[in-house]
T-cell receptor, first 116, second 116 residues
Framework: GESVGLHLPTLSVQEGDNSIINCAYSNSASDYFIWYKQESGKGPQFIIDIRSNMDKRQGQRVTVLLNKTVKHLSLQIAATQPGDSAVYFCAENSRESKGSQGNLIFGKGTKLSVKP | DTEVTQTPKHLVMGMTNKKSLKCEQHMGHRAMYWYKQKAKKPPELMFVYSYEKLSINESVPSRFSPECPNSSLLNLHLHALQPEDSALYLC???????????????FGPGTRLTVL
């Protein structure tokens, strides 16, 4: 299940199950979204991205869904493995962001815990 | 080469010390970033360099001094830090604004800094 509180939201899944990690964004002008995976003691690792002119994009075992109507982004991981255990961050970017730079605004993160 | 490297991996320093963090990339990226990340929190943007020029300083205290000697290197000079500055310092790089993939940032593994 998923718990939200003072600590990092956590999602616990059984190995082999599918995982869905959700992210809400607030800026209607955001036109690019990216998911990162961060394992303990490491830097964020790019997983998949999506532009606002798409509503779905698939990678290897991962799918990102974008619902612009409700400003919601999700990351689906198929057949979750113990190696998928990490903190997952969504990030958004807007063409209106400071200096027109590719600045990313990160979400709070979700910790995925995979039980063998 | 799709890697961002950072040295050192770990750094312990006293409040009166002067030290430097180093970051290097050879992907031809012309935008480079410094982030600070506290435990269980998302990365917080500190500085952005675009074409070796500082384009964004997110109101970072002057005890942090960035430097971009060339298009592949990014340094962060540290002086008179406080214990609350202890964190994971992440470097990232991306294509410069105007490029199609300018929002896609690649992160290094980070430097774990402890200020005593």
């Amino acid at each position: 299940g998923e718990s939200v509180g003072l600590h990092l939201p956590t999602l616990s899944v059984q190995e082999g199950d599918n995982s869905i990690i959700n992210c809400a964004y607030s800026n209607s002008a955001s036109d690019y979204f990216i998911w990162y995976k961060q394992e303990s003691g490491k830097g964020p690792q790019f997983i998949i991205d999506i532009r606002s002119n798409m509503d779905k994009r698939q990678g290897q075992r991962v799918t990102v869904l974008l619902n612009k109507t409700v400003k919601h982004l999700s990351l689906q991981i198929a057949a979750t493995q113990p190696g998928d255990s990490a903190v997952y961050f969504c990030a958004e970017n807007s063409r209106e962001s400071k200096g027109s730079q590719g600045n990313l605004i990160f979400g709070k993160g979700t910790k995925l815990s995979v039980k063998p | 080469d799709t890697e961002v490297t950072q040295t050192p991996k770990h750094l312990v320093m006293g409040m009166t010390n002067k030290k430097s963090l180093k970051c290097e990339q050879h992907m031809g990226h012309r935008a480079m970033y410094w982030y600070k990340q506290k435990a269980k929190k998302p990365p917080e943007l500190m500085f952005v360099y675009s074409y070796e020029k500082l384009s964004i300083n997110e109101s970072v205290p002057s005890r942090f001094s960035p430097e971009c000697p060339n298009s592949s290197l990014l340094n962060l000079h540290l002086h008179a830090l406080q214990p609350e500055d202890s964190a994971l310092y992440l470097c990232a790089s991306s294509h410069a604004p105007g490029f199609r993939l300018s929002s896609q940032q690649f992160f290094g593994p980070g430097t774990r800094l402890t200020v005593l």
